[in-house]
C-alpha cells in the first residue's frame, strides 16, 4: 500500500521561506513522476513543480520558476520542496502526488498521479 505524508508546512510571511518534506512508502515502481501540487481557496488545483524519474527532469509552474527547487533523496524515499521568497498568492493546501500515468512535462498535471497525500497547509502573510 502506497502512502505519502507531507510535512513542514505553516505560516510565514512575504518573503519567508518554508521545506515542505514527502515521505513515501510501499512505492516500488522504476519510472514514475513525483510532484507537488496546491489549492487556494476557491482554486482549482496547480500542479508546481515535479521530477521524472527516469530523467531526472524537473519541471516547474510559471509561479513557481525561480523561487521553489524540488529535490528527491532516494535512501530516505523522501520528496522535497523548498520555496523561498514566498508572497501571499502561495498560500494553499499542498499535497504530495507519486503516480506512473505521465512522464516528463506531463508530470505537471494531476492526471499522470495514482496516489496521493493528505496534504499541509502554507499560509503566507503579507
Known amino acids: 500500500q502506497v502512502q505519502l505524508v507531507e510535512s513542514g508546512g505553516g505560516s510565514v510571511q512575504a518573503g519567508g521561506s518554508l521545506r515542505l518534506s514527502c515521505v513515501a512508502s510501499g512505492y516500488t515502481y522504476s519510472n514514475y513522476c513525483m510532484g507537488w501540487f496546491r489549492r487556494a481557496p476557491g482554486k482549482e488545483r496547480e500542479g508546481v513543480a515535479a521530477i521524472y524519474s527516469a530523467t531526472g527532469f524537473t519541471p516547474y509552474a510559471d509561479s513557481a520558476k525561480g523561487r521553489f527547487t524540488i529535490s528527491q533523496d532516494n535512501a530516505k524515499k523522501t520528496l522535497y520542496l523548498q520555496m523561498n521568497s514566498l508572497k501571499p498568492d502561495d498560500t494553499a493546501m499542498y499535497y504530495c502526488?507519486?503516480?506512473?500515468?505521465?512522464?516528463?512535462?506531463?508530470?505537471?498535471?494531476?492526471?499522470?498521479?495514482?496516489?496521493w497525500g493528505q496534504g499541509t497547509q502554507v499560509t503566507v502573510s503579507s
Open positions: 502526488a507519486a503516480g506512473t500515468l505521465g512522464a516528463g512535462s506531463w508530470c505537471l498535471r494531476s492526471y499522470a498521479y495514482n496516489y
